[in-house]
């Protein structure tokens, strides 16, 4: 079992940004990928960015490509979201999850362990 706290979102204006971070605990953070997610009222949870085992690759939805940066800290078992030049259409509850099998990371059924999501709202 893997637990997964996320922090840092909140209320920022068009054009700012804000750096997400998720803790997790339980078993060894180096053995699962990690991704982030988000859903908006009314809609699909949708991919937004994840990040291999070590670091190494990086993936993003061409919404948030060039705006967002997923990094992480195996050290420190954290995963983090920098989130630049955000927009309206970014506000969504923000989630992120720990894959533990091979499937295209995409795909949110790839995921076993998800947190329970931090708030991010953007105002123009």
């Known amino acids: 079992q893997v637990q997964l706290v996320e922090s840092g979102g909140g209320l920022v204006q068009a054009g700012g940004s804000l750096r997400l971070s998720c803790e997790a605990s339980?078993?060894?953070?180096?053995?699962?990928?990690m991704g982030w997610f988000r859903q908006a009222p009314g809609k699909e949870r949708e991919f937004v960015a994840a990040?291999?085992?070590?670091?190494?690759?990086?993936y993003y939805a061409d919404s948030v490509k060039g705006r967002f940066t997923i990094d992480r800290a195996n050290a420190k078992n954290t995963v983090s979201l920098q989130m630049n030049a955000l927009n309206p259409e970014d506000t969504a509850v923000y989630y992120c999850?720990?894959?533990?099998?091979?499937?295209?990371?995409?795909?949110?059924?790839?995921?076993?362990?998800w947190g329970q999501g931090t708030q991010v709202t953007v105002y123009s």
């Open positions: 999850a720990a894959a533990n099998s091979y499937s295209s990371l995409y795909n949110k059924g790839t995921y076993a362990y």
């Open positions: 990040v291999d085992w070590s670091g190494g690759n990086t």
């Open positions: 339980g078993r060894t953070f180096s053995n699962y990928r």
